[in-house]
């Protein structure tokens, strides 16, 4: 009798796990009011944080309400959106019991327990914004260095630092963190991003590429011969890119016929939105492009994230400068180039 007894109390328990969260999974439990029915989804990030997503599971509301049950290798950001809206909650997704709730009107509201991680990177947020504008950048940095322990400090600096820093900086930043991390996904991404800098610091051969320009001629880097050639990965949609325009047209007027060359990459996700900003702001220079934003074949080959971001090349293929711009450029320029007729 007391075996039958101790096999039903392990059915149980072993029932009430797996509906309650543990090591062995999560679970995770959300009511949204303001909306009975339509589809809740599970995603996470694709290979870059904040612009593309992988589904990992999905559920149907009833009344409002639903449950969506899982286990992650290693802590993850998490997204929970309703099919066909754009409204996401974000969800630093652990092994727990995690519990959610929120208005449809209000996502960005959502109230979210049961992850220990959850709360700390929520914590980190509140610190940051009410960090003055000018000392958020210090506050990122300290926080990672005296934190470099927490689960959250990979997605922190892939985040917040991994497209701005140079090669030393970030190689400086991963190497402290916690050895137990480095089958993370975050760690991983981190790392190649390391492997793609080093291919193209200062100093390495510039690799080349092909694109279509606007008219549809393919034009590879290799092709185009100068003392000094620049590459400017730019895109209609980006402000600084197109304030910074105008100056690279004088520079490339006053410094063409002396060795110095241009070629924009536009990093677009419209391809009449890059043609009518070509006309509209007289770039006479070579233009190509993937019409891929930061997944076409040059932003990959040379790490690029955000911009604007150049690179200048010398005749020999070898990168020699990045990000120059404004005057910083044209002292450049008139120091190398000055003496050329």
């Keep these: 009798m007391k075996s039958k007894f101790l096999i039903w109390a392990l059915v149980l328990f072993s029932s009430s796990c797996a509906t309650n969260g543990s090591d062995d999974g999560y679970v995770i439990r959300g009511t949204i009011q303001g909306l009975s029915d339509g589809t809740i989804l599970l995603q996470k990030a694709g290979a870059f944080l904040g612009?593309?997503?992988?589904?990992?599971?999905?559920?149907?509301?009833?009344?409002?309400?639903?449950?969506?049950?899982?286990?992650?290798?290693?802590?993850?950001?998490?997204?929970?959106?309703?099919?066909?809206?754009?409204?996401?909650?974000?969800?630093f997704l652990e092994n727990s019991n995690i519990t959610i709730n929120t208005h449809i009107d209000n996502f960005s509201n959502s109230s979210v327990s049961g992850s220990t991680l959850h709360k700390e990177l929520e914590s980190f947020t509140k610190q940051l914004d009410q960090s003055p504008?000018?000392?958020?950048?210090?506050?990122?940095?300290?926080?990672?260095?005296?934190?470099?322990?927490?689960?959250?400090?990979?997605?922190?600096?892939?985040?917040?630092?991994?497209?701005?820093l140079e090669l030393e900086e970030l190689e400086t930043l991963v190497s402290k963190l916690d050895k137990s991390f480095r089958e993370m996904r975050y760690f991983e991404q981190l790392m190649d991003r390391i492997e793609v800098l080093r291919d193209v610091a200062i100093g390495q051969p510039a690799p080349d590429f092909t694109l279509l320009d606007t008219s549809g001629t393919p034009i590879s880097l290799s092709s185009l011969n100068a003392k000094y050639l620049l590459i400017d990965f730019w895109a209609s949609w980006c402000g600084p890119c197109r304030a910074e325009n105008p100056n690279l047209v004088s520079l490339y007027s006053s410094f063409k016929n002396k060795g110095f060359e241009i070629i924009g990459v536009g990093l677009e996700f419209s391809r009449?939105?890059?043609?009518?900003?070509?006309?509209?702001?007289?770039?006479?220079?070579?233009?190509?492009?993937?019409?891929?934003?930061?997944?076409?074949?040059?932003?990959?080959?040379?790490?690029?994230?955000?911009?604007?971001?150049?690179?200048?090349?010398?005749?020999?293929?070898?990168?020699?400068?990045?990000?120059?711009?404004?005057?910083?450029?044209?002292?450049?320029?008139?120091?190398?180039?000055?003496?050329?007729?």
């Design 272 to 341: 009449d939105n890059w043609l009518k900003a070509i006309r509209k702001d007289n770039l006479p220079w070579p233009n190509v492009s993937a019409v891929n934003a930061f997944s076409g074949p040059a932003a990959s080959l040379y790490a690029v994230r955000q911009l604007p971001h150049n690179i200048i090349i010398n005749s020999e293929g070898e990168i020699i400068e990045k990000n120059l711009h404004g005057d910083m450029l044209r002292a450049f320029l008139e120091k190398n180039l000055a003496h050329f007729n």
């Design 51 to 91: 612009y593309t997503y992988i589904q990992i599971d999905s559920m149907d509301l009833k009344d409002g309400s639903f449950m969506l049950t899982g286990k992650v290798d290693y802590p993850e950001m998490y997204y929970l959106r309703i099919a066909d809206r754009n409204e996401v909650i974000n969800v």
């Design 133 to 164: 504008e000018r000392e958020q950048s210090a506050f990122i940095e300290s926080y990672i260095q005296e934190n470099n322990s927490s689960e959250i400090t990979p997605y922190l600096i892939l985040k917040y630092l991994a497209n701005s």
